[in-house]
C-alpha cells in the first residue's frame, strides 16, 4: 500500500495507514493551530488502493481555492487549506504512488435513484392517516404533474454527506428504505416546474394556504420564501421568522440568503438539496446513521467517564446499553443527545457534528428521562396537550394541539387511556408510553431512553422493550440505556460498558454471552468488575490515544428558542390550576387548613377578640391623677395564632412543589422552557391561593367577635397576615428549589416554621436586643408581625427608654413602611428563588 506524506507548519510526517486526521485537537495526528479549522477538520484514509481526502468541518477544506468534500489522492502534492480559500495549508503526498501525473482525479458523481413521483390515490379497507409531510396537493380532477428527472450534473454539484473520521461504507449513500415518520423519500422534489416557470416566490410552511406544505411539527404556519433564481442572480431563501429556524449550509438564515446549487436545506425534521431548480428531499442511509467517534469524557482531576467510545447506529435500529452502575451510561446517553457534550470526540448525525451544529439538530433528538415527565395528577390527554402547547411552534392552533396528541396516542396505544389519571389509573408500563408519546410530539428520528424499564416487572419490562422495537421499525434510531436484560433479544445491537467507561462488546445480542465466555448475564456482571478483565476478553482498538488527554472545556449548551413570556405562562398557570384541581390532597390542604387553623384560634379564652378599646380601664392614681390601662393578652395571642397559621400555610403548600416536578422540569428546560416563566408561574398560582388562605383564617379567627380596632382595622390585619403568607409561599418555592428529594423538606418546614415565630417578635420582645434585632430584621414574620400589629394598635410609644417596638407603632405611616419592608423580602426571596431554579435546571441531582 502506498505510503501518505503530511508537511504542516514546518513539520513533516510520513504515514501508513488507514487514518490520518487532521485537526485542532491535541489527539489529531496531524495537529493544526488555525482558528478557522474545526476540531477534527478532515481525514485521509484508505478505501480500496486509495487514499481518499474526506472533509468534516464546519468552514470547509479547499484545494485551488475550490471548497473539496471528498478528495481521492492519485499522486503528486496537494495542498489543503483549512477553513477558507487561504487558511493554514496541509500538504499531503503519495509516496511511490502508482498512477502518476499528479494532481488528483475528481470522485465519482454519485447516482441518484429515479424521483418518487406521488402515488395515486387508492381505494383502502379504512382510512389512512396523513402523512406526515407532502408537496402541495394537486386537485383531483387534473392529472398529476411529473417530477422533473434528476440528472447527473445535479449530483455532481451535491457536496456529499459529510463523514465520521472513521469512514462510511460504500452503501452509506443508499435511499433508505423505511424512513422515520415525517420524512420524504429520497430524491422527491417539493417545487413543481410550473411553480419556478410562473417566476414568483413561494412560500413554505405548514398552512394549506402554502405553495409548499410540509406538514411537520416543527415547521411554521408560514416558515420561509423561496425566491426562484434568475438569469442574472442564484436563488434565496427568506426566513419568515420561523419559530424553530431554517438552516442552510449548517446556518440558520437571519432575513434572507443566497442558494448556490448544492445548498443543503433543512427545514423542521426535514433535509434537502437545492438542485438550482427544485428543492429535492436528501434521506440516505449515511444521513441517518448516528456516528459516534472517538467519544471521551474527562473531568476534574482526570478522571475519564467514558474513553474512546466509538460505533454507529443504523437506521431501524433498536441498541441497548448495559453495563455495572457506575460505567459511564448516563454519560454516555448525555454525549450522544449533546446535553453534556464529551470533551473530545464528536458525534454525527445528518451528515453534521452534532456539538457544532447543535441548534440546526437539537430537536430531532428525543430523550425520555428515567422518571415520567408528566404530572401523575393529570390525565393522560390533559399532559399531553399542555407539552404539545410548550414544544410545538407558537402558531399552532388548538386543532392541531388536538390532532398531534391524538397522532401520537395511535402510535403508542394509548387511546383507550386518554381520560385516565397518570398516576394512579395506568401501569408502569402506560405511564413510560405516555412519557414517550411526549417526545414524539415533535416526531425526532432519533429516540434515547434512560432505564425506561426501571422498577417494571418482567411482563412490563418486555411490553416496553417491545414497543421500542416497533418505534424502531418505523425508521429510527433508538436506543436504550437499561439494566434489565429479559428483553435484549428484540434489540439488533447490545453495548456493554465496563468500569471505566470502555466498550468491553459492542454487537448483535446472541454474540454477548459467546464474547464474555459466559453462560448467563449476571456471570458476565462478575466478569465487568474483575479487574483482570481486558486480560481476559479482546481489548477493543483505540480509534486515538487518549493517555494525554485533559480535561478541555466545552461550550455552554444554546439554549433552544422559546416561547414568548405571556404564551409560556399563560400555559403554565393553567397547567398549575389543572394540577390543582386534580389533587384532592393539595386541594384539601388548600381548604382545611385555614379553616383548621381559624378554628384553633377560636380557642383562645376571652372574648375581646382584636380589639383593645373594649379592654381599656381607667383607674385613679394617688395624686389623683386618672390613666387609661388596658390587657394585650388575649390580642396577642390570637395574633400569635395567626402568624403561625400565615407562615405554615405558605411554607407548607410550596416546600415539595419544585423538588417533586423537578424531572418534568428538567426535560421541558431542555427543549425551551423558561426558568423565569416557570417560577414565576408557580409564585402566582400558589401565592394568590395562600394570599386568600391568609385573608379567610383572619375572618376565622375574628368573625363573631370584636375586631381590631379603628378604621377597616381588621382587614389591615388580614392584609398583612395575606401578605405574610404570600412571601412565605416564595421562600418555599425558593427551598424547594434548592432541597434535592423530597425528604429533606419535612425538616425544612418545621424548622423554617419555628424560625419565623421566634424571630417575629410576637413570643418575646425582640426590639432593643442588639444584634438580634438586626437579624430578626431579615425575617418576613416580624414585618408580617408589625403590620398587623401597627394596625391593632398594640404597641405603644413609650417615653425614656429605647425598648419600644418602634416598627410595631400604631399610624398609617408605619403600617405602610412595614407592608412595604415585606415586600422587599419577597422580592428579593423571589430572586434568589429564580437562580436556585436555573441551576437546578442543569445540575446533577
Same mark, same amino acid.
Given at each position: ?19 490520518? /486526521? ?31 481526502? /474526506? ?7 479547499? /484545494? ?207 433535509? !434537502? ?37 466509538? !460505533? ?212 458476565? !456482571? ?320
Amino acid at each position: 500500500m502506498d505510503r501518505l506524506q503530511v508537511q504542516w507548519s514546518g513539520t513533516t510526517r510520513t504515514f501508513d495507514g488507514p487514518r490520518v /486526521v487532521i485537526g485542532r485537537e491535541l489527539d489529531c495526528d496531524v495537529p493544526v493551530t488555525d482558528a478557522r479549522a474545526s476540531r477534527h477538520h478532515a481525514s485521509i484514509q484508505v478505501e480500496g488502493d486509495v487514499w481518499v481526502v /474526506v472533509d468534516s468541518s464546519s468552514n470547509g477544506t479547499f /484545494v485551488s481555492g475550490q471548497r473539496i468534500t471528498r478528495l481521492p489522492l492519485t499522486g503528486g502534492p496537494v495542498s489543503l487549506h483549512l477553513g477558507g480559500p487561504v487558511g493554514e495549508p496541509v500538504v499531503v503526498t503519495v509516496l511511490a504512488g502508482q498512477g502518476g501525473g499528479g494532481g488528483f482525479a475528481a470522485p465519482p458523481p454519485y447516482q441518484a435513484p429515479a424521483p418518487t413521483p406521488a402515488p395515486a390515490p387508492t381505494p383502502t379497507p379504512a382510512p389512512q392517516p396523513a402523512a406526515p409531510h407532502s408537496s402541495r396537493p394537486v386537485p383531483q380532477q387534473q392529472p398529476p404533474q411529473p417530477q422533473a428527472p434528476l440528472g447527473g450534473e445535479f449530483w455532481k454539484n451535491l457536496p456529499p454527506p459529510q463523514l465520521p473520521a472513521s469512514g462510511a461504507p460504500a452503501d452509506a449513500w443508499r435511499p433508505v428504505g423505511v424512513l422515520p415518520p415525517g420524512q420524504l423519500p429520497h430524491g422527491h422534489s417539493v417545487v413543481l416546474p410550473q411553480q419556478l416557470q410562473a417566476g414568483r416566490s413561494l412560500t413554505i410552511g405548514r398552512e394549506h394556504s402554502n405553495d409548499i406544505v410540509l406538514d411537520d411539527p416543527l415547521v411554521s404556519r408560514r416558515h420561509a420564501r423561496l425566491d426562484p433564481p434568475t438569469a442574472q442572480t442564484l436563488a434565496v431563501l427568506h426566513d419568515l421568522g420561523s419559530f424553530n429556524g431554517t438552516f442552510v449550509n449548517g446556518h440558520r438564515v437571519e432575513g434572507a440568503v443566497q442558494m448556490p446549487v448544492g445548498s443543503e436545506v433543512i427545514v423542521g425534521n426535514q433535509t !434537502f438539496r437545492w438542485d438550482g431548480q427544485q428543492l429535492v428531499a436528501s434521506a440516505t442511509a449515511h444521513e441517518f446513521t448516528l456516528y459516534a467517534d472517538g467519544l471521551t469524557q474527562v473531568v476534574g482531576g482526570g478522571k475519564r467517564l467514558i474513553e474512546n467510545i466509538s !460505533f454507529k447506529l443504523e437506521p431501524k435500529s433498536l441498541t441497548a446499553v448495559i453495563g455495572p452502575s457506575g460505567a459511564g451510561k448516563s454519560t454516555l446517553l448525555g454525549a450522544l443527545t449533546g446535553l453534556k457534550p464529551a470533551s473530545h470526540g464528536r458525534v454525527i448525525w445528518q451528515g453534521h457534528d452534532l456539538y457544532q451544529h447543535y441548534d440546526q439538530l437539537r430537536f430531532q433528538i428525543g430523550l425520555v428521562p428515567q422518571q415520567d415527565i408528566l404530572h401523575p395528577q393529570l390525565k393522560v390527554k390533559q399532559g399531553l396537550r399542555f407539552a404539545a402547547q410548550l414544544r410545538l411552534p407558537p402558531d399552532t392552533t388548538a386543532q392541531e394541539w388536538d390532532a398531534r396528541v391524538n397522532h401520537v396516542a395511535n402510535q403508542l396505544q394509548l387511546v383507550q387511556r386518554m381520560d385516565n389519571r397518570i398516576g394512579t389509573q395506568l401501569s408502569g408500563g402506560q405511564r413510560k408510553r405516555v412519557s414517550i408519546a411526549t417526545e414524539l410530539l415533535t416526531a425526532p428520528p432519533l429516540l434515547f431512553l434512560d432505564e425506561p424499564t426501571s422498577g417494571l416487572d418482567p411482563g412490563l419490562d418486555l411490553e416496553v422493550m417491545r414497543q421500542l422495537r416497533s418505534l424502531a421499525d418505523d425508521g429510527r434510531v433508538v436506543m436504550v440505556v437499561t439494566h434489565s436484560v429479559l428483553a435484549l433479544d428484540v434489540c439488533d445491537n447490545v453495548l456493554v460498558l465496563a468500569p471505566g467507561g470502555r466498550i468491553a462488546y459492542f454487537g448483535p445480542p446472541d454474540g454477548v454471552l459467546a464474547h464474555f465466555g459466559k453462560t448467563n448475564y449476571p456471570e458476565v !456482571f462478575d466478569l465487568l468488575d474483575d479487574p483482570d478483565l481486558w486480560q481476559r476478553i479482546p481489548v477493543p482498538q483505540h480509534a486515538v490515544d487518549t493517555a494525554a488527554l485533559q480535561r478541555q472545556p466545552y461550550a455552554a449548551v444554546p439554549a433552544p428558542p422559546r416561547q414568548s413570556v405571556s404564551r409560556q405562562l399563560a400555559t403554565l398557570v393553567k397547567r398549575n390550576l389543572a394540577v390543582v384541581f386534580a389533587d384532592k390532597l393539595l386541594l384539601g390542604m388548600l381548604v382545611l387548613l385555614p379553616l383548621i387553623l381559624g378554628g384553633l384560634s377560636r380557642l383562645v379564652p376571652g372574648d375581646h377578640g382584636l380589639s383593645l378599646d373594649v379592654s381599656r380601664r381607667e383607674n385613679t392614681l394617688p395624686d389623683g391623677s386618672i390613666v387609661e390601662s388596658f390587657s394585650t393578652g388575649e390580642a396577642s395571642q390570637r395574633l400569635i395564632v395567626l402568624i403561625v397559621a400565615a407562615c405554615l400555610m405558605g411554607t407548607a403548600l410550596a416546600i415539595r412543589e419544585l423538588v417533586g416536578e423537578r424531572p418534568i422540569f428538567k426535560r421541558e428546560y431542555a427543549v425551551g422552557l423558561s426558568p423565569g416563566v416557570y417560577f414565576t408561574s408557580k409564585v402566582m398560582v400558589l401565592g394568590t391561593a395562600a394570599f386568600f388562605q391568609g385573608l379567610v383564617v383572619t375572618f376565622l379567627a375574628t368573625v363573631g367577635l370584636p375586631g381590631a380596632d379603628g378604621d377597616l382595622g381588621t382587614l389591615r390585619v388580614g392584609i398583612a397576615i395575606a401578605a405574610l403568607s404570600f412571601t412565605m409561599v416564595v421562600i418555599g418555592l425558593a427551598l424547594s428549589a434548592l432541597v434535592t428529594s423530597t425528604e429533606q423538606t419535612m425538616p425544612a418546614l418545621v424548622g423554617l416554621v419555628m424560625l419565623q415565630l421566634v424571630l417575629s417578635g410576637a413570643l418575646f420582645e425582640i426590639a432593643g436586643r442588639p444584634g438580634l434585632e438586626q437579624i430578626a430584621w431579615l425575617s418576613p414574620s416580624r414585618w408580617g408581625y408589625a403590620g398587623a400589629a401597627s394596625a391593632m394598635d398594640l404597641v405603644r410609644e413609650t417615653e425614656g427608654t429605647d425598648k419600644e417596638d418602634w416598627i410595631a407603632l400604631g399610624g398609617g405611616v408605619h403600617y405602610v413602611m412595614d407592608l412595604l419592608v415585606l415586600g422587599l423580602l419577597c422580592l428579593v426571596s423571589y430572586v434568589v428563588g429564580l437562580l436556585l431554579v436555573r441551576r437546578s435546571a442543569t445540575s446533577d441531582d
